[in-house]
Every structure is written in structure tokens, then in C-alpha cells.
Nanobody, 125 residues
Framework: QVQLVESEGGSVQAGGSLRLSCAAS????????MGWFRQALGKEREEVAR???????TIADSVKGRFTISKDNDKNTLYVEMNSLKPEDTAMYYC???????????????????WGQGTQVTVSS
């Protein structure tokens, strides 16, 4: 019964801020890699940010300095804080989970195989 449920997105003006949450059930986010992805109309899906089981984060260059990924292990919830939003941030946003895998004696995120339904974020100019 693995499930990921994103909070409602919304429409905001350019320069505004928005926080999305992703409530997980059926597993504990502390033991998994978690990520945010987005897909704009007519474009391929892209990774926005990820946070691994140790709390280490990776942010895409396109949103670095504006977006922050975090998780609350007690609430079993993933977040992304989006600031200084731009029209090009308009997309459907998805949260996802991946099991850690081991290569060369170190832990890495495996393939993201569990996905939320997605939530729409629209940024107007």
C-alpha cells in the first residue's frame, strides 16, 4: 500500500512563493530517497530536487537558489519550498520515492518507481 499524495498546487504571480508537500504512507521516507519532478506542457519530465536517506540534497541548476527540498520524518512527509517563481516553473509537479542501492561500497538512489498523482503549479507573469 505504498502511496504518495501531493498537496494542492495553485496559481501564483511571478516572484511569488509556494510550498508543496507530499504525504507518504506504506513506507517511511527516512529509509528512502525522495524526489520532486516536474513536467511542463510539451516538454520532457525533469528532476527538480532529491533528498536521500541521510538527508543529503541535490538541486537542479534551473531552480538552485530558489527551491529547497526537505522532509519531516516524524510526519513522514516530503516538502519543496519554491521561491522567486518564474513562468517557466509552470508544470505538473510530482513527488517520487526510490530505494537506496549499493555500488562500489556506497549508497545511491535507485530508480524512482513510486509516484504521486501530481499537482499543477501555474506561474503567471
Amino acid at each position: 500500500q505504498v502511496q504518495l499524495v501531493e498537496s494542492e498546487g495553485g496559481s501564483v504571480q511571478a516572484g511569488g512563493s509556494l510550498r508543496l508537500s507530499c504525504a507518504a504512507s506504506g513506507f517511511t521516507v527516512s529509509s528512502y530517497c525522495m524526489g520532486w519532478f516536474r513536467q511542463a506542457l510539451g516538454k520532457e519530465r525533469e528532476e527538480v530536487a532529491r533528498i536521500d536517506q541521510l538527508g543529503r540534497t541535490t538541486i537542479a541548476d534551473s531552480v538552485k537558489g530558489r527551491f529547497t527540498i526537505s522532509k519531516d520524518n516524524d510526519k513522514n512527509t516530503l516538502y519543496v519550498e519554491m521561491n522567486s517563481l518564474k513562468p517557466e516553473d509552470t508544470a505538473m509537479y510530482y513527488c517520487a520515492a526510490a530505494s537506496p542501492v549499493s555500488f562500489f561500497g556506497r549508497s545511491w538512489c535507485g530508480e524512482f518507481g513510486s509516484w504521486g498523482q501530481g499537482t499543477q503549479v501555474t506561474v503567471s507573469s
